[in-house]
């Protein structure tokens, strides 16, 4: 069973370019999660999405941020426009049903964003 | 809110050697609590997760980590670490199921022959 992926790896974009980040969560998984790790900092959350819909988006810093899952399968995170203190590497999580006590959140191998 | 303090940043230590990774949190309520490992150029790998009953919980590879009410820690330890165990480990707390993570600022383990 494939994990969770993310497109693309890296990404290098000079201040005020527009970037959009996707993440395919495991197959079947209800819930994705978006994190987000500054370099030299704590890995923090961005935002949950239970199927299609926005269960939790306390952690998104500003509307310079949009994330969308259509479908509710993948989901993409734009930056729009991209600061430099938007750099640090974007992570994506999946689960199957955050209902469930032992639920677990499996993530992908993140995208690293460098804003020049 | 809830915060986490993973108290040392990097952690030197031979091979076959035990490694204590130290965990604090602090929470106005009950946490669930979690370690996780990313490897060099992969994702985030949960090791080991503590919901309730026992404090010792036994993870993968050898990995265990105890829940300290009282001190509010949950360290993790391994008696004897091989080369592949260098990584960086994380610990994280959630105050629910299917809630998002809290993490404390990760641990660098670096394991030397």
């Known amino acids: 069973e494939a994990g969770v992926t993310q497109f693309p790896s890296h990404s290098v974009i000079e201040k005020g370019q527009t970037v959009t980040l996707r993440c395919d969560p495991i197959s079947g998984h209800d819930n994705l999660y978006w994190y987000r790790r500054v370099m030299g900092k704590e890995i923090k959350f961005l935002l949950h999405?239970?199927?299609?819909?926005?269960?939790?988006e306390s952690g998104m810093p500003n509307n310079r941020f949009l994330a969308e899952r259509t479908g509710g399968t993948y989901s993409t995170l734009k930056v729009q426009p991209a600061e430099l203190e938007d750099s640090g590497v974007y992570f994506c999580?999946?689960?199957?049903?955050?209902?469930?006590?032992?639920?677990?959140?499996?993530f992908g191998p993140g995208t690293r964003l460098t804003v020049l | 809110a809830q915060s986490v303090t993973q108290l040392d940043s990097q952690v030197p230590v031979f091979e076959e050697a035990p490694v204590e990774l130290r965990c604090n949190y602090s929470?106005?309520?009950?946490?669930?609590l979690f370690w996780y490992v990313q490897y060099p150029n992969q994702g985030l790998q949960l090791l080991l997760k503590?919901?309730?009953?026992?404090?010792l919980v036994k993870g993968i590879n050898g990995f265990e980590a105890e829940f300290n009410k009282s001190q509010t820690s949950f360290h993790l330890r391994k008696p004897s670490v091989h080369i592949s165990d260098t990584a960086e480990y994380f610990c994280a707390v959630s105050k629910a199921a299917g809630n998002k993570l809290t993490f404390g600022g990760g641990t660098r383990v670096l394991v030397k022959p």
């Open positions: 999405f239970v199927k299609e819909s926005k269960q939790d």
């Open positions: 999580a999946s689960s199957q049903d955050s209902r469930v006590l032992t639920d677990t959140q499996y």
């Open positions: 929470s106005s309520v009950s946490v669930y």
């Open positions: 503590y919901l309730s009953g026992s404090t």
